[in-house]
């Protein structure tokens, strides 16, 4: 949520709150008043009957009054509510909750999403591992300038709010590959406090054979894990697309918590 729409809803809930109290005060003074004034009126045989009918009507009144303030804040409460949710990240991109402590449309995640233009793209579940994260995908515009500086900045705004799928990943289910980097230690205090700065850190565990997930467009992708291998974090070539076969491609820094080296998981498609 933007920081104009956070004080919009604020400002509803505050408003909501303080007609809610309004009218529930003002209707449990003025009946208790007009419920003492009743017994007077009834105890004073000299007044006259229509004064208790006054009295019974004006009480109805200012009860209706207040239920309707009350209907009022309610329904402003649920609008707030409601801006909240829709807001909220949606569950396909997600696929599932997101984990505890962690804002992946917060405030400033938005508005460096827009700033970087990085996008959510689709979400990433390795049961086995106990893993899930939403996949984040930045523009191609540093990618194909070549500015590399500039996508390594893109990369690690990226990062704090999930796994990234470098700019030239083809998407889930097409031929080609899908190339997804993410932190296996938190490289910086930013990181740390992410929920995020450790998400691959039981990659190294994955064996051949097990089940890596995709959910994209509300499909879920399976794919299975073919090998891994260590290389140099030089080596750029891991980072190089291919058209001949579905392919998934999980990267993160090893040994765990370092960065000399990669470890790269190699999935294919089940098709």
Known sequence: MTQRKRRVVASICACGSVVASFGFWTAVVSRSMLV???????????????W?????????????????????????????????????????????????????????????????????????????LAIRTPI??????????????LLEKQMQVALNSGAVAYPHSVA???RGSIIIAGHSSPPNLR?????????????????????????????KLEYRVRDSEVVSSAAT?????????????????????TTKDRIVVTAVLVE
């Open 36 to 50: 003492e004034q009743e017994r007077s009126f009834r105890e004073d045989r000299s007044l006259p009957a229509v």
């Open 52 to 128: 208790d009918g006054v009295v019974r009507t004006v009480g109805s009144a200012l009860g209706g009054v207040a239920d309707t303030l009350a209907e009022v804040a309610t329904e402003q409460m649920h609008l707030a509510a409601s801006a909240v949710q829709e807001n909220a990240v949606p569950s396909e991109v997600l696929g599932g909750s997101v984990p505890s402590g962690d804002t992946a449309a917060s405030d400033a995640g938005t508005s460096e999403f827009s700033q970087w233009n990085i996008s959510f793209a689709y979400s990433l579940s390795i049961p086995h």
């Open 136 to 149: 984040l995908k930045p523009s191609m515009q540093y990618w194909m300038s070549r500015e590399w500086n």
């Open 172 to 174: 889930p289910g097409e």
């Open 191 to 219: 990181a740390a406090q992410s929920a995020y700065g450790n998400v691959f850190a039981r990659i190294p565990e994955l064996r051949a054979g097990e089940s890596i997930f995709l959910f994209a467009a509300g499909e």
């Open 237 to 257: 070539e891991i980072l190089h697309q291919q058209d001949h076969e579905n392919i998934l491609k999980i990267i993160t820094c090893y040994p765990v918590g």
